[in-house]
């Protein structure tokens, strides 16, 4: 069966930090891959997704950015984290077929000081 | 622009009692639909999901109905149980891997 990791749960960084969040997939090949925010009482917003290796596109404009070095691995980043960089992070994949429901992993709670 | 819009933000329903979530939609291109499930601190869950080819899916208690021509969507819960208490969000997607998600319900099943 397929199992999606994210880490760490929790982070807390300072403004101006780094940040790197992983994600890898297991049990599967080829997925797509999902990077999603949810902001305190609000849905899930798309950052990024990506179909295969070294392919990534960008949703929205932000501080964030993405790659996928590993077919298997999605890694979220940014050079300086901002206050409203905060927030709720969560990986996904999918099949790549149509019409296939994302799997989320557990996510990280990110709190920027 | 919300193209996928929740507009409760909460519900109350008894334990056996149905738990009714809705949804509406504004694209008409939307051709698939899904339910989450997400508990705090842990990540959306798959419940169920239906095609525009279809009106309803029937999936144990869980059933999604789904109204094209009013753009409405719903999940029904029967019975409903406690640990049925958690946010719901429903999402649509238009021929496409990327999925727009609703702001969430949150349910809360009291006995």
């Known amino acids: 069966s397929q199992t999606i990791h994210q880490w760490p749960a929790t982070l807390v960084q300072p403004v101006g930090s780094p940040l790197s969040l992983e994600c890898t997939v297991e049990?599967?090949?080829?997925?797509?891959l999902y990077w999603y925010r949810q902001a305190a009482g609000r849905g899930l917003q798309l950052l990024f997704y990506?179909?295969?290796?070294?392919?990534i596109s960008s949703e929205v404009p932000q501080n964030l950015s993405a790659s996928r070095p590993q077919d298997r691995q999605f890694i979220l980043s940014s050079k300086k984290l901002l206050l409203s960089d905060s927030g709720f992070y969560l990986c996904?994949?999918?099949?790549?077929?149509?019409?296939?429901?994302?799997?989320f992993g557990d996510g990280t709670r990110l709190s920027i000081l | 622009d919300q193209q996928v819009k929740q507009n409760s933000p909460s519900l109350s329903v008894q334990e056996g009692r149905i738990s009714i979530l809705n949804c509406d939609y504004t694209?008409?291109?939307?051709?698939?639909f899904l339910w989450y499930k997400k508990y705090p601190a842990e990540g959306p869950t798959f419940l169920i999901s239906?095609?525009?080819?279809?009106d309803k899916n029937e999936d144990g208690r869980f059933t999604v109905f789904l109204n094209k021509s009013a753009k409405h969507l719903s999940l029904h819960i029967v019975p409903s149980q406690p640990g049925d208490s958690a946010v719901y969000f429903c999402?649509?997607?238009?021929?496409?891997?990327?999925?727009?998600f609703g702001t969430g319900t949150r349910l809360q099943v009291f006995p």
């Open positions: 996904a994949w999918n099949r790549d077929r149509l019409n296939q429901p994302q799997h």
């Open positions: 049990g599967t090949s080829n997925p797509n």
């Open positions: 990506s179909v295969g290796i070294g392919q």
């Open positions: 694209n008409s291109m939307f051709d698939y």
């Open positions: 239906i095609s525009s080819i279809k």
């Open positions: 999402a649509a997607s238009a021929n496409t891997d990327k999925l727009i």
